[in-house]
């Protein structure tokens, strides 16, 4: 792997690890895109028109797995849920002005394409809660024709492959899709600018922290407790990297929960019912932020108005450390816990909620340790096998935090006898086994075991309650695993 710096579509150098601070969130895109949900009558149109007009639009024609678009790809995970891929970097527009580049004290740096920010908010198609995953941009992935990198490098490497903006960004998106799983619908990409823009015209902001925070890379200089930012302090609240304990994870934390506070601000009535406000968000976008042209803001509308937006849970993928490689600072990607974790937000797929729990003499089933606990699989294997099912050799897996029943397309009724005794465990579909295969994860999940009969046999005496651990060992229903934290409640704060 090479370690000399990448070129950009600019022709500069891509700077990585310490020389790129400028992590940006995008608290206001989702007000800004839907500030105009709640307007009514004439005026709502008119907030429609003028704001699509105002937006940079990019055709992007990305391909999926069976060659069609992304927007009619027929094999999209999710159905009719919506994926839209939030993106921040240090791009700057066009019409930028030296004034405007003075106040963010970035005059002297001539931005960069690199995407310092990546959330893909998920929007389930029956409405309820959405869920805001975060991308840290040191992951360490593939990328299709340019080996293993830093995600944050995708869409450079797109755009100087001659592809321009449209041509990063479909490469960036088939990066984020061939990681996580997930069909990207849309985009929503915004500069340096635009942020500042968006987040001035909202006006201050309000956040809590457990702890003082200062950095004089990022700027930020705030005590503990309550703090009112401006424009300026929010840039540097979402840029801190440093003095943070686990450096760009913590700072997805930040970003995740600047959004949802910029988004119970851009929906209250003090934003929506202001003109002045609104006409200050609409002329904050335009060259400083870029959609596809797929982008249909009714759309949004509608999708929209059946969320709360001011209750986005967040969440950021699996992750197994941060380690050095090449002399990066890189963030390792929990591969093998991704499927589960999408599953857990999306919901399984429609062919396994529908099928009914196979015989278990008809399951033939293997286990795999992946939680590095000695013996863990023999253990479950001849657990499975005093419960009746057609146990395979046990063997290792490479070390994941999530407990999985990988099982081929077909055998949903399988797959769900083997749930039906590991509670916790979480069924996913998968195109690399040829048959269940159970893997156990450091999370501990693993076969249930009935509790042991009392010493002595049946006696005439009433049972005392059940102990903890008695009742612990029982079989239980598989807990829903929680995808992220909620900041809807005014007042919460983080570290």
Known sequence: MPTEPRATALGGPVRHGRQRRRGLVLPTIGGALTMALLLTGGYAAWSYEQLDSSLTKVHVAQSAADGSTVEDAADDADGKAQNILLI??????????????????????????????????HIPAD?????????????????????????????????????????????LIQTIENTSGLTIDHFVRVSLLGFYQLVKALGPIDVCLNQAAHDTNSGVDLPAGRSTLNASQALSFVRQRDGLPRGDLDREVRQQY????EAREALSARTLLNPVKVADLLHGVGDAVQVDDTLSIPDLVSTFSHIDLSAIRSTTIP????????????VAVDFAAMPAFIQDI????????????????????????GAGTPGGATTASNALTAKGFVVGAPGDAPSTSTTVIEYPAGAEAQAKA???????????????????TLVLGTDGHTVSTPAPAPAGGA???PAAAPSAASHAAEPAP?????????YGAKGTCIN
């Open 258 to 261: 600047f959004l949802s506070q």
């Open 346 to 369: 999306v919901g399984p797929p429609a062919a396994y909620t529908a099928a009914s729990a196979a015989d278990p003499s008809t399951v033939h089933v293997s286990v795999l340790n």
């Open 459 to 461: 006696s005439s005496t």
């Open 88 to 121: 921040g970097d240090d791009h700057r527009p066009a019409d930028a002005t030296p004034q405007e580049l003075a106040e963010l004290s970035t005059q002297l740096d001539d931005g960069a394409t690199n995407t310092d920010t990546m959330i893909v908010l």
């Open 418 to 436: 083997v749930a039906a005794v590991v509670p916790g465990a979480t069924p996913v579909v998968s195109t690399t086994v040829s048959g269940m």
């Open 319 to 330: 992750t197994a450390g941060t380690p050095t490689i090449d002399g990066y600072a890189t």
């Open 127 to 171: 409405g309820g809660s959405a869920t805001m995953i975060s991308f840290p941009r040191d992951s360490w992935v593939p990328i299709p024709g340019h080996g293993t990198f830093k995600l944050n490098s995708a869409f450079s490497d797109g755009a100087a492959d001659g592809g321009g903006d449209a041509g990063g960004m479909k490469l």
């Open 478 to 486: 598989a807990p829903s695993r929680p995808v992220g934290d909620a």
